[in-house]
Structures are given as structure tokens and as C-alpha cells.
Nanobody, 126 residues
Framework: QVQLVESGGGLVQAGGSLRLSCIAS????????????MSWFRQAPGKEREFVAG????????VYVDSVKGRFTISRDNAKNTVALQMNSLKPEDTAVYYC???????????????WGQGTQVTVSS
């Protein structure tokens, strides 16, 4: 089992920035982390979970939902089993619980991640 733990969420004013981090742990996590596509999803109250950003195993490719492109940046450090999401120019509509996820395919939304974190709350005030 791979355990994913997010951190860095909080309350921020519109236009501000936050950096979310996710660390993988558990049995064989160091051995297998580099083999997973890593992604960030978010879910606002009353809405379905939405893909936000993804990054390939070697960091050679990244994908973003249109609404965050140019504002958010995903990165990973395979040596430390971590993935991060730098969020700039935050808007109230970015308010959601953000989830770290491991697995799936970067360019195929029909293939879902295998592991999920517990989520971290991001609230953007007007």
C-alpha cells in the first residue's frame, strides 16, 4: 500500500499564493514512487472531483486543466517521494479540497489513479 499525505492548504486572499506538498510513504513506496504518474485533483462542495494537474514519471510532461493553466505549476522530486503544486493568482473559484493521487495515465482520463491522499482544504476569500 502507498500512503499519500498532503500539506500546505489554508486560507488565502484572492490573488495570493499557496504551495501544496504531497509525500508518499509505506511499504515499497521509495522503490515504486518514480513509476507512478502523479496528479492533483480537487473537489468543491456539491461538485464532482476535478482533475487539476498531472506530471509524468520523469517530469518530462505536465498537463493542466484550462482553468489553472498559467497559474499553477506541478513538480516532483522522485528522490524524496514528493510532488508539489504551486498555486499563484488564486481565485475564489479555486476553493476546494485538494487531493494528491498516484497512478493512472497522464493523457487518458479513463484510467484512474490507484492511490489517493486524504485531502487538504484550500479556501480563497474575496
Amino acid at each position: 500500500q502507498v500512503q499519500l499525505v498532503e500539506s500546505g492548504g489554508g486560507l488565502v486572499q484572492a490573488g495570493g499564493s499557496l504551495r501544496l506538498s504531497c509525500i508518499a510513504s509505506g511499504r515499497a513506496s521509495q522503490r515504486t514512487f518514480s513509476s507512478y504518474v502523479m496528479s492533483w485533483f480537487r473537489q468543491a462542495p456539491g461538485k464532482e472531483r476535478e482533475f487539476v494537474a498531472g506530471i509524468s514519471q520523469s517530469s518530462s510532461s505536465t498537463v493542466y486543466v484550462d482553468s489553472v493553466k498559467g497559474r499553477f505549476t506541478i513538480s516532483r522530486d522522485n528522490a524524496k517521494n514528493t510532488v508539489a503544486l504551486q498555486m499563484n493568482s488564486l481565485k475564489p473559484e479555486d476553493t476546494a479540497v485538494y487531493y494528491c493521487a498516484a497512478g493512472g495515465l497522464l493523457f487518458s482520463s479513463s484510467v484512474k489513479p490507484s492511490y489517493w491522499g486524504q485531502g487538504t482544504q484550500v479556501t480563497v476569500s474575496s
